[in-house]
């Protein structure tokens, strides 16, 4: 949310020219993201998962109607990076899809060598699978969490930006299920298998709906009950993903 | 003739100390009582001088400190997150208000079969309780969106978006509730019976296997406790407790929509038992009491103020602001929930805020 609207004031309001704009969007939700975890995550570092969430869930409260405070307005409009429809014939397809497909997959690539290949990333994978044996090999897991909310802060800066053109106000909770959904039906922890879960949770978000009103007549609302049924089945009959592979259950 | 008096005295002693006995076992209980029992008589002057109705909110209280303490067994006790509680509340209210409105069963009996229909529910989803931690948090997330996707779309049985208008209200049988400080006085006599079941059952065989099995499932199946069936027991009183809260709820509104039942309550009554306090049955009790109280306070605050500044215009704004800083803030400095930090203040004089940002030697 922080994304389109930060997009919107420094490229409208101020006036910066879009790229610049863009660019101090994307790194003011960094810091936004930054000061989240100073203030909310680190001071609950030793307490449960779900005190954690609790206090997030606080957070995010709070900054939406922060928001709605200093954006008091239902809808703002960001303007396209670039004009004008695709030339496909018997289609309108903004350009701007093609930024959106553009910068998630520079995004998707940047964010697998950062995992993959840096040092910061491997640490950063180290602490999320046991905090304790992290910081006995050396690693300041405290620094680590706050680097992750950073990286967190400005991806989602970026997908906000990205998506402004087209988004509405506050796109909200359900959006953060689909998301979910496609990470655990690719396979947690598996940066292609997010974007195959992505591609399949999306299409069959469309087709599933439609083939119920076609054939049964049933009316098209269920629609947003389809990422969450396929999430519980996915979760109850292959939690791997479905192209993670098996793992051996403690027993 | 002396010996006889002795014995009555005596006997008087005895009955004392049985009664200082019980007291003393159940103080919380009992005070709570006497508090709830007296508040209809100063309630009006209260509610007047701070711009609150009291008995209208404190109803609200009851019902949500039902569904907190059967979410506070499953959670705090048996460690099974279920973000999707909402679900089972509204399953409740529907149920209640369609058994009522279409079929014409009587009002208890329609609280009854929320209840029963609540518990069937809770039976038949189950098999999510195999899934630990995040996954089972984010499954049962998905199971309060289908819910509420189904109260919306079902339009030939709940209307939809419309609701269900002109749900009979509260009665018993041969007994008419039809005033405020009545249903105040159903509410609460309802939550006080289940504080008090949930309260025994905790320190009961039960309770100990499923404290036990939040532990470790490891070592609690080790010790004979049959894990997954424990865990579905507790589950589905968790969701019966919703069902309850939720037919009750039906009845006190008058009118239900599916707007009231989607994913915000879950994450509401979640945070009621979370900054209640974990593991403790008054806990939810101080939960649902704080969380249904502070937007009536924040409500309240411009009124106090007397002449409305310019902002106040824009006031429901920060509604949202005081709501969510409240939360952050309550979460840092008292983890462990209200009524832990504040029985731990008044057994051990210990400090009820603790500071996260002052350094420790050691993690």
Redesign the interface.
Known sequence: MFGGLLSFTFAVSIGLPLPLALLLAVLATAAIGGITER??I??????????????T??????????G??FW?EEAYKVPDFSAGNLPIPRATVSTQFLWVIGLTAVSVVLVYLFFGKTKAGKAMRACSINRQAASLVGINVSRMSFYSFLLAGALGGLAGLVNAPFAKYSIG??LG?KG??AA?VGGLGNTFGAVTGGLVIGLLEELIPGFLTVVLGI?S??R??V???I??LV??WR?QGILGKGVME?V | MESNRLQGQQGGRKIVRVCVNIFQHNRVFILLAVFLASLPFWSRAVSRAIGIDLIYVMRMVGVFTIVAVGLNLL?GYAGQ?SLGHGAFFGIGAYTSALFTVKVGFPVWLSIIAAVFMAALVGFLVA??L??K???L???T???G??AF??F??L?WLTNGNDGIRSIPKLALPGIKITTRKGEYFFVWIVALIVLALCNNLVRSRVGRAIRALHQSE?AAEAMGIDVSRQKIKIFMLSTALGGLAGGIFAHLQGYISPGTFD?LLS?EL??MV??GG?ESIWGAVAGAGLIIFIPEIIKAVPKWLGEAPKWVE?YS?????V??????LT??FM?SGITKSLSDMIRYRRNPIHN??RKKVV?
């Open positions: 203030m909310v680190y001071p609950l570092r030793n307490a449960g998962v779900l005190i954690a969430i609790i206090a869930i606080g957070a995010s409260i709070f900054y939406k109607s922060l709605r405070i008091p909770l359900f299920i979910f959904t655990i009316s609302g269920f947003e009950a990422a969450a049924i999430l519980i979760l109850l939690p403690k | 959670m997150v098999p999510v195999r899934l931690g995040h996954y948090a984010m499954a997330l998905g199971l969106i289908v996707v189904f919306r779309e339009i490891v994913v994450i979640v945070t979370v900054v974990m824009r704004l920060y509604e949202g602001l709501f969510g800083l409240i939360l952050m979460m840092i983890p996260p940002f993690e």
